[in-house]
């Protein structure tokens, strides 16, 4: 058994998926941490039963981060899920937990980090999918555990590589959350 827990900004489609999957496992999604009022995935957390908490980023992002490091502490998970939130984490919260924080980005990074990577890639016509990485200090520069390539075929719009996209999403991220629980799990390095 190993503890998560996942941070996310907005609609929260990936958390939904982990959480799901989680319930099924040995393994503890412990909490939600979120920084904006009013996301979708909050509704989520709610329906799931999963605890949320908000990181008030109105105070200014030290302070924010500050209280964010601390909810870190408390919880003292051994993995961090970044399922499409929005901030980049200070180096000290990096630094805390090498090769613990894990992201999910859609492009098949070393290509197109940053914002906006479907809307880039789709316009220069380029191969699209998806990216799961550890987190280092920049942003989406970390190792890549995997990444999966999304089917272009058939003159698909935008909206529908969307749609495929996070199809890929839905379903690998959860199973990489759980393989890496498994693993930190296995090597007994942590608290349990
Ligand atoms: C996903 O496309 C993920 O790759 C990116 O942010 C998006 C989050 O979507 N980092 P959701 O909130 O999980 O629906």
């Not at 502490?73 to 180096?91: E, N, W």
């Not at 920049?138 to 996209?165: H, K, Q, Y």
């Amino acid at each position: 058994m190993a503890d998560c827990v996942v941070l996310a900004s907005g609609s929260g489609s990936n958390f939904e998926a982990i959480a799901t999957r989680l319930t099924s496992s040995t393994h503890r999604l412990l909490a939600l941490i979120c920084d904006r009022q009013g996301a979708a995935v909050l509704e989520r957390a709610a329906r799931l039963g999963v605890p949320a908490r908000l990181v008030d980023y109105s105070l200014g992002r030290r302070k924010a981060e500050e209280q964010l490091a601390q909810l870190l502490v408390s919880l003292d998970p051994d993995l961090i899920v970044l399922a499409g939130f929005m901030r980049i984490l200070p180096g000290t919260i990096v630094d805390a937990f090498p090769e613990r924080i894990i992201n999910i980005h859609p492009a098949l990074l070393p290509a197109y980090p940053g914002m906006h990577a479907i809307e880039r890639s789709w316009a220069d016509q380029a191969s699209m999918g998806v990216t799961v990485h550890l987190v280092d200090r920049g942003v989406d520069t970390g190792p890549v555990l995997a990444r999966w390539e999304a089917d272009r075929s058939g003159n698909p719009s935008l909206e529908e590589m969307e749609a495929r996209i996070h199809k890929l999403e839905h379903l690998h991220y959860p199973l990489i959350v759980e393989r890496q629980l498994n693993a930190i799990n296995r090597e007994g390095t942590r608290k349990r």
